[in-house]
């Protein structure tokens, strides 16, 4: 079955260190691949995207994924977090183009809080 | 900004009662989807739109939600005898044809007392 993991519910960071987000999915295939960033009573920003190419991309707000096919994983990383950055954050995979399906599927959600 | 509004932002109902939100995206999404969050979880996939077809459902749209896209533009999705478990925030998400990436609206809270 296809589905998305983030093992880390919360993290707490202080301000100016760096940050990972762990990101695990489960598919037939390799899927497209999002972070999306979410603040208190909003919707969700697209952070970055990978569809294919190059396994390390650039998003904005200075973050960055890496697509790692042999772990299927997919993290997120700042090297240094702004207290701006505190919210929770969506890992999600998209079916590619004849796969079946068009839904995308979100993982759970990691909270950060940033500490000053 | 994302291309998609949503109305009401925020609706409080009696249990029981029915309503409606509403979605509109930039004619270039002609794809759009609905999602629904509860607090701490992700999104969840409710239904999927192909300009006006109704092409994909998820097993969480019960009989009494419905979603409809008439003319392929603006969405609504009803909840009919709301429940307090219906309680969520309904995200509403649109994606041109060729485009990989869905761009979401704000929201919709429902709260149902």
């Known amino acids: 079955a296809q589905s998305v993991t983030q093992p880390d519910i919360h993290i707490t960071v202080s301000e100016g260190a760096s940050l990972e987000l762990r990101c695990n999915y489960s598919y037939g295939a390799t899927p497209y691949l999002f972070w999306y960033v979410q603040s208190p009573g909003q919707g969700l920003q697209l952070l970055l995207k990978?569809?294919?190419?190059?396994?390390l991309v650039q998003g904005i707000k200075g973050f960055e994924a890496e697509f790692k096919r042999s772990q299927s994983s997919f993290n997120l990383r700042k090297p240094s977090v702004h207290w701006s950055d505190a919210a929770e954050y969506f890992c999600?995979?998209?079916?590619?183009?004849?796969?079946?399906?068009?839904?995308?599927?979100f993982g759970t959600g990691t909270r950060l809080k940033v500490l000053a | 900004d994302t291309g998609v509004s949503q109305d009401p932002r925020h609706k409080i109902t009696k249990r029981g009662q029915n309503v409606t939100f509403r979605c509109d995206p930039i004619?270039?999404?002609?794809?759009l989807y609905w999602y629904r969050q509860t607090l701490g979880q992700g999104p969840e996939f409710l239904t999927y739109f192909q300009n006006e077809a109704q092409l994909e459902k998820s097993r969480l749209l019960s009989d009494r939600f419905s979603a409809e896209r008439p003319k392929g533009s603006f969405s609504t999705l009803e909840i009919q005898r709301t429940e307090q478990g219906d309680s969520a925030m309904y995200l509403c998400?649109?994606?041109?044809?060729?485009?990989?990436?869905?761009?979401f609206g704000e929201g919709s809270w429902l709260t149902v007392v």
């Open positions: 990978y569809f294919s190419g190059d396994t």
């Open positions: 999600a995979v998209g079916a590619p183009p004849n796969s079946g399906t068009y839904k995308y599927i």
């Open positions: 998400a649109g994606k041109t044809a060729d485009g990989n990436t869905i761009y």
């Open positions: 004619s270039e999404h002609n794809r």
